[in-house]
T-cell receptor
Framework: AQSVTQLGSHVSVSEGALVLLRCNYS??????LFWYVQYPNQGLQLLLK??????LVKGINGFEAEFKKSETSFHLTKPSAHMSDAAEYFC????????????FGKGTRLSVIA | GAVVSQHPSRVICKSGTSVKIECRSL??????MFWYRQFPKKSLMLMAT?????????EQGVEKDKFLINHASLTLSTLTVTSAHPEDSSFYIC??????????FGSGTRLTVV
């Protein structure tokens, strides 16, 4: 079975500071990894995903994540936080993008302080 | 525009009544769709996998008779919360997966049972 663990249910950063949201995964087979963002009372927006190939993945809104197999990690980063980045972020895993559902982490709420 | 249309976005119902939530795949025929439930400040918990033309596959602990899932066509899956009670109040999100497109989610439905 696959699972993800997001370290820190709440992260607070100053505007302009580095954003680092941590995600570790567990999978018995090569995983597909995803980061989603959710704004209040809205659905999920895909930020980026890793399937195969380059381990550094660039996504939307300046976010990127690096797949590190040795550390079973897929941490999300952004060099400079913007007020509009304040939201809930979910890391998710699947074994492939066939008909298997995504398994989500518990989420990390990002607050950006002016 | 949204390729997974979820309706309604918000619904308030009286305790004991049933509520139907629709999830439509607008741009391709989705043989498999997923239903998630999100408690306040919690992660998305997979409720069931909806398969067109066959019975849904429910996750452990999800009441099949309470949360009826129907996937009668390749573009529509419905979740009916039967005899709703206040504890069923939650945010429900549907999603689908396709090999080339990956995972796509609806905008969610906020159910409030009073």
């Amino acid at each position: 079975a696959q699972s993800v663990t997001q370290l820190g249910s709440h992260v607070s950063v100053s505007e302009g500071a580095l954003v680092l949201l941590r995600c570790n995964y567990s999978s018995s087979v090569p995983p597909y990894l995803f980061w989603y963002v959710q704004y209040p009372n809205q659905g999920l927006q895909l930020l980026l995903k890793y399937t195969t190939g380059a381990t550094l993945v660039k996504g939307i809104n300046g976010f990127e994540a690096e797949f590190k197999k040795s550390e079973t990690s897929f941490h999300l980063t952004k060099p400079s936080a913007h007020m509009s980045d304040a939201a809930e972020y979910f890391c998710a895993v699947s074994v492939n993008s066939g008909n298997t559902p995504l398994v989500f982490g518990k989420g990390t709420r990002l607050s950006v302080i002016a | 525009g949204a390729v997974v249309s979820q309706h309604p976005s918000r619904v308030i119902c009286k305790s004991g009544t049933s509520v139907k939530i629709e999830c439509r795949s607008l741009d391709f025929q989705a043989t498999t769709m997923f239903w998630y439930r999100q408690f306040p400040k919690k992660s998305l918990m997979l409720m069931a996998t909806s398969n067109e033309g066959s019975k849904a596959t429910y996750e452990q602990g999800v009441e099949k008779d309470k949360f009826l899932i129907n996937h009668a066509s390749l573009t529509l899956s419905t979740l009916t919360v039967t005899s709703a009670h206040p504890e069923d109040s939650s945010f429900y999100i549907c999603g689908r997966v396709e090999q080339s497109r990956g995972y796509t989610f609806g905008s969610g439905t906020r159910l409030t049972v009073v």
